[in-house]
Each structure stands twice: as C-alpha cells, then as structure tokens.
C-alpha cells in the first residue's frame, strides 16, 4: 500500500483546506485510514479516522468541529476538510492506513498546512 497526501499550503486564520491522501495497492475493507499531524516541537496526534469499508468516522474530542473525513472508495482516496482553521493547526498532516485504529502501518510522506495569523 502506498499513500500519497497533498493539499497543504499556506492559509491565514479562519480559511479552509482540504487534503487528499490518494492510495495505491490493496486497502481492506475492515482497514482504518486516518490522518495525524505533527506540529512544531509537538507530539503526532490523530486528527481523524475512517473504516474503510463501512466509512465509520471517528475523531478524538479536541478534533470535533472543524475537521471532516470522508473517502471515494472508487477513487481511492481519503480527504480531510479543515475548516476555521487556526494557527495552531500549522502542523505536517500525514495520512496512514492499516488494520485497526491507532495501528497504522503505512504512511505517506505528509503535506504541510501552514496558518498565519
């Protein structure tokens, strides 16, 4: 499996985004793909995930509200709608799939979503 994330840039405060995490080679329909991010100086955290096949969506409790996954399984990709975004936010966003949720063991290369102020 290879996952290819993009979409990244720089936006200013209270902008949208939208990433795209376009996978190759064979996901599970009981897999989980999800997107985390680092940002600067800062521990990687899961900002949401998606079962493949049944498209059940989870977030951690500081990610509700602003962030959305959803996923063209024809299209093979997984997307992350940022919205109201905040400085804070400013973080390399990766995507990762794999068997369960929290155990990703593929990852693609990460986009940088930059906010200014």
């Known amino acids: 499996v290879q996952l290819q994330a993009s979409g990244g840039g720089l936006v200013q405060a209270g902008e949208s985004l939208r990433l795209s995490c376009a996978a190759s080679?064979?996901?599970?329909?009981?897999?989980?793909v999800a997107w985390l991010r680092q940002g600067p100086g800062k521990e990687r955290e899961l900002v949401a995930n998606i079962r493949w096949g049944a498209g059940n969506r989870y977030y951690p409790e500081a990610m509700k509200g602003r962030f959305t996954i959803s996923r063209d399984n024809g299209e093979k990709t997984v997307y992350l709608q940022m919205d109201s975004l905040k400085p804070e936010d400013t973080a390399v966003y990766y995507c990762?799939?794999?068997?369960?949720?929290?155990?990703?063991?593929?990852w693609g290369q990460g986009t940088l979503v930059t906010v200014s102020s």
């Open positions: 990762a799939a794999g068997a369960q949720i929290g155990d990703y063991a593929y």
């Open positions: 080679g064979r996901i599970f329909s009981s897999w989980s």
